[in-house]
């Protein structure tokens, strides 16, 4: 099974059946951005009355796991760990749209799977605490527009595209333009195979602490 970019199309629809049943609401979930991905081993149950053990946390249970900072999330091909999240008002020099602010997210990725394959800046999109269509952003390294690939503003930041080796880690930062005003958000991936077929759903939930 391999790898490929998709449609958060896909997202959108997992979001409707995973509301349906347990777990948070799903519905700001985008539907017109290119991600990444798989579909992930399941480990481990819980339910609402027995939490995950803290050994399970990041496994999907029924098509769904989710973390907190520094949890690692276990996807079909990598491991990802949310480090650190921060707003700001400017990132190196650059200001975002009026009513826009940054949201800075520090990421650890690693292969586990047997092959090395490419990442997507797109594989990890942004949410915030409200229920609207339009509540997600993909990472500034691609214009919302066009899906065009654009250049980071730092060294720091993970490209729009980069190679991941067997058992390569990599970690950088992803810079999303989001709304001013919220605090709580959310890192999500979902799994996508080359026969288009879609996987699990995973969510990394946080507060962004604001940089002054």
């Known amino acids: 099974m391999k790898r490929r970019a998709c449609f958060v199309a896909a997202l959108c629809a997992a ?11 799903l519905s700001s979930l985008s539907s ?3 991600g990444g991905e798989s579909e992930a081993s399941s480990t481990g149950e819980a339910t609402a009355e027995e939490p995950a053990a803290e050994e399970d946390v990041g496994y999907p249970v029924d098509g ?8 690692t999330m276990h996807t079909y091909f990598f491991d990802y760990t949310v480090n650190d999240a921060y707003t700001c008002a400017s990132y190196e020099g650059t200001t975002p749209a009026s009513g826009n602010i940054f949201l800075v997210v520090d990421i ?6 047997t092959q090395s394959y490419n990442m997507f800046d797109t594989d990890f999109q942004a949410q915030w605490g409200t229920d609207g269509e339009e509540d997600y952003r993909v990472p500034i390294t691609t214009d919302p527009e066009t899906y065009e690939e654009l250049d980071p503003l730092s060294e720091e930041q993970l490209p729009g595209t980069y190679p991941l080796a067997v058992d390569e880690e990599v970690r950088g930062l992803l810079v999303y333009e989001v709304p001013e005003g ?4 959310s890192i999500s991936h979902m799994e996508y195979f080359d026969d288009e077929s879609t996987g699990d759903t995973f969510f990394v939930f946080f507060t962004a602490k604001e940089q002054v």
Do not use: H, M, W
């Open 32 to 34: 017109d951005f290119p």
């Open 108 to 113: 650890t990725v690693k292969n586990t799977s």
């Open 182 to 185: 919220y605090q709580d958000f």
């Open 15 to 25: 979001a409707l059946t995973l509301t349906a049943c347990s777990g948070p609401d």
């Open 64 to 71: 769904y796991a989710e973390g907190r900072i520094g949890d």
